[in-house]
């Protein structure tokens, strides 16, 4: 009960270091009859894969992920879907600098405190590398989401106190600038803000905002399972992330609720006149766009000389050396995206025994 | 599946609804030989308990917590602590108005898509009466956390656009006023705020902040069941919860790693010289004091008339009558340290086999 | 983690002891639209109800099933169903002969060792008395099957060394004496085994089997979650139960594989000419009449004086006083059957997302 | 939730298929600070390797253990160990011939069903190749019994009708002779049999049973999670058991409770001049040596022309070509102390939070 798995039906499990062989994630509970390759999971990985700007860590990786079960004629069978990316830059280094430190914004105390010791190399289990194994079983959660015609769309709203302008919203030109966001001039802004940040050896944080289109109405369970609640765990789960909301979220907490309610009404459907709820209301999607954000605080490790101390108890000044991102949000973008996916993914399915006549659909043939 | 079970070892499944016959929670996994009465419960419900300010519904019930089973001779047994809650103010009510319709800002839409039709009587299973089972749960879990040295508080901070002034901070004043503010000056503004909201047939929302102390460093699980995506989870899946944050949360988007990284030094123990963390790092706890807050949207039960769709698919307008409190804050403060005990209880227990000492202090007598 | 919660999508949780003030369950995950009242119910809880013959204890138990949430307008909603039986005869005994001593075949040294101390009335948690709440979760699972077309029926095959003979088997003679077999002739030789046995101071075991009709192909899991597995936990879970096995069973362990293989032939759909599997191949249903057989130990509590020592570390003579049933064979039949449908129930429903076609049967309308 | 996880807090996810390009497991939650190498884990998995003797599928597959991550300077971390083993004798084979056909006393029926088609090489995930990850994981769980003084043996008592003479047992005979059996003279027997049914072109079965010593008492779960009901899923997990019994197992039903009952004494500790229970009392462990047997089938691919139908719906003749062993029990003996092994450290690892007394242990150092 390490917490390296995730999901009810749609069930994966991660493994792996920064600095070991590789990593990887076994999905277990993924529908049978999907046509999936591994071109299908590497677009993604290199959405996330470093070096790609000069705002991500320079480290060399293919990251080339291998299918190693699971799939048999270009299908899913139903069984467990086993993929794997192989380390290949694991450039031997000397760690006697840090291996005893705590390194401050990092979780070095806490897992030296939990386990009696820690794998001091890239932060072992708590690197950011981890989130790769998510990515791709998001790739194969976005490929069942595909089937249903429900689409999960990441990109950054904020660096620092650059914002993007909404009036300027553009979803296509996340594509074409390094910081992911949907507005060319705030995405120049942030980069210019970032060349700055580098200069002093500082980093930055930012805002993530993910939607989802076509997710039915009804998805998410009533008490501790919310459809809201198991996107917050989830996205919470991923390093750095400091606060998590939907909709309005804090900015509900300042209006009346004759401001915050979204009125109902009918036109070829059931549908809302405004989307303050962020598609969930008491737990359970509303049929709206699903709407998140997540806060990301700087990263950690900078270049600049910090106090510190380690475990022989002495107080110390440390200068972290390495490959380290200026600001994690970027490649963030489509770990948030796969995050929301597989809960996307494991809630429908789960759902889908919630009325008696589903399940006299599946065996009673209706 | 339907979600109301939570927690990995110390498990805590809820049942009712608001005008059934009851509601209870079945808590399987409590230690053996924890003190446990009624009054120790008790003590909470009534925190949460309608009827106790112009503030909150006038519906009138006691609240009176009865332990069925998991308690002998005044001790937890270590076998499920079932708790129950009997409604005895169902007022037989029209619900013709609103048994079709699908009111603004409430899950009706959701639960009757989901399960083809629904319990409309006061919302049912998304009635916020579903929190006594987690409050009964809570003070359970309280009592563990005391016989570890470790206290749960919360409170509220703002309401409206009232905040708290961080310099009059007193936490023993939260009990001095119907806001559960602690500060005194600040909950005297919102209470205006709200008499005003009321006459105005508004409703508002608000932000809980909430404290752990004495939390050992160490604690949350390294991926999926971090210390911060388990209460994320939690906190979310209390109904009118918008955003979650830890520490400076969505503030640590704006500043500088420079700014936001925690020092460590140590001084009869690892230390931080500021706490920006919230107390979790890479998801595990880190020895300070555990920080988080949520914001509560308005209640969505508002007594001006609304536009929205019934399930005949017609266009209507409707008028909310009954005993609605015209901001759920108040009575959410002891929802989120419930919700906040349980989770911490349940990591703290996980946390246990996370070394072979600690199996071997069990099992080898050291 | 006490192990009070079993299943996955149909989710129960039991909750009481034998004196105590009451026992029920929760059932999460049964699907909304089932009609659902308490004789339903009652009907399967009156089969195990003590006192219905000179067999069965004489303790005086109405076993009056209260549905306490979860249903409305006669349906269930998709939310949890909490049922509930009140204890009414715990008659006030004198415990101190037994509450430190470890009786013979009984989990008295187990459970003070796991907890520190017991709940010595009656058994506590251990009592056969637990099983009513499983017997209440099996009749709505029951009520599941039936909408499916699936029936699950079981009787005593063998008492001590008094068997039923396959050639005079009546399925519906079981209800007609009290040792419920399908052979009349069996069941007069074995109440007069059990006469004598009573005399005697003694108890007896026996074999049940337990047969599922309409149980369609393709249910059960392909590794851990088995149908054999899932059904030999469900069934082991069962106190007294020290043998369980499927189709030939051990039999199989002893004839060559040309006589154990069931040959497959078509004729109005996939059919086997034999049904040695049990109904069951690789842990997957394979379309015929699911077989399991169950071996009950005798009752351990018997009048004789026993040797046996107690918690002070004493050698000492015990007589076991009170109401004990002979044989717990003819009211364990209804609570394997229970076990059988609620494990059914679940993998019936975990089988519904085993394809894509299944998923966009449910959200694309096909 | 194609259930390919097990376990609670010690969890372990496999994966892979028999003619894929490996199969491996993920173990999560295995306790830090436990030496581990890959010596440790091969050793077991020569075991299961086959052909070792002409009992055995020539196949040849050096089934070489990778620990791909969760061991650092030769320790467990605490975090995930990926366990994987790549296949390098997949011959190319032709399966035009059994594609389509649902071979008798195999799973294909129920797969194809289930799944809409089926990976028809060398079985798929139902193959007993599956069974390596197991073997993988339970040397992993061995580690942590040995450090616990608790040791996992099994082998066999029968083959068709050759059962070993209980006078001659001789636990360290097992590894002197191919069928894996602790009495020698039974083993020549049993050879011959087989021998014999080789040229038969026939199959067996037989009966394995294990044994567990040191394990405390007090293990196991009141309800669900008895240790019983836990192992009877564990061991029903494994391809081909057909029946599983602990202690005097389905004798116990033959006998009267006057006879079964075993005494408690004491005598430097609680002990039992019997142990006719196997080790378990209600579900719990009563401190005494666990004893588990298990059923087996004759391996259902056998060379003689079988009748079956195939999914054209034709009834057909078919002959099973390839390498297949003649009887699975003397390669199943470790499948079964491995599942035995890890059920054993999953239930001692969440026994740990069972009383108080244990956590403030582990929290406030007494």
Redesign the interface.
Known sequence: ??????G????I?????SH?????V?I???????PLCEEDIQRDMDRRKPGQSRFTTQRSEADKI?????V?DG????????L?VLNTDQRSRDYSAICDV?R????D???E???????Y?GG???SAR?TLARVAAGAVARK?LA???ISVDAYTV?I??IEINRNNFDLSERFNNPVVMPDKAAAQRAAELLDS?IK?L??????VECLANGL???????????L??????????I?A??????????E???????????????ENG?KK?TNN??GV???????DTLVLRA????????A?P????NNK???IEIEIKGRHDPIVVPRAVIVVEAMTAITLVDL?????????????????GR
């Open positions: 009960m390490s917490g390296s798995t995730y009810n039906i749609f069930k499990t991660t493994w792996g270091e070991g062989r590789g990593l990887g076994v277990d509970g993924c529908p049978a009859g999907i291998e299918i190693m079960s699971g048999f299908m899913t069978t139903g069984t467990p879907i086993s794997m705590y401050p914004g990092h979780a105390y806490g897992f405190t939990k386990y009696g010791f820690r794998d190399r072992g289990r708590s981890e069942i089937e249903l015609g904020s620092n106190d940040a002093n500082d980093s930055v944080g930012g805002v039915p109405a009804g998805i998410g369970e009533p008490v501790f399972d919310k809201d609640a198991s996107l917050g765990r989830a996205i919470f789960s390093g992330v400091k606060g998590v909301e939907f909709g309005l979220g804090f509900a907490a300042k209006i009346y609720g004759s401001q915050n309610n979204d009125n109902f009404f009918f059931i006149k709820s962020g209301l008491g737990g359970i999607s509303d049929g806060a990301f605080k700087p990263t950690p490790s900078i600049q910090q106090q510190t101390a108890h002495e107080n429908l399915l789960m759902n889908m025994a919630a009325k008696i006549d589903n399940v006299k659909k599946i065996y009673c």
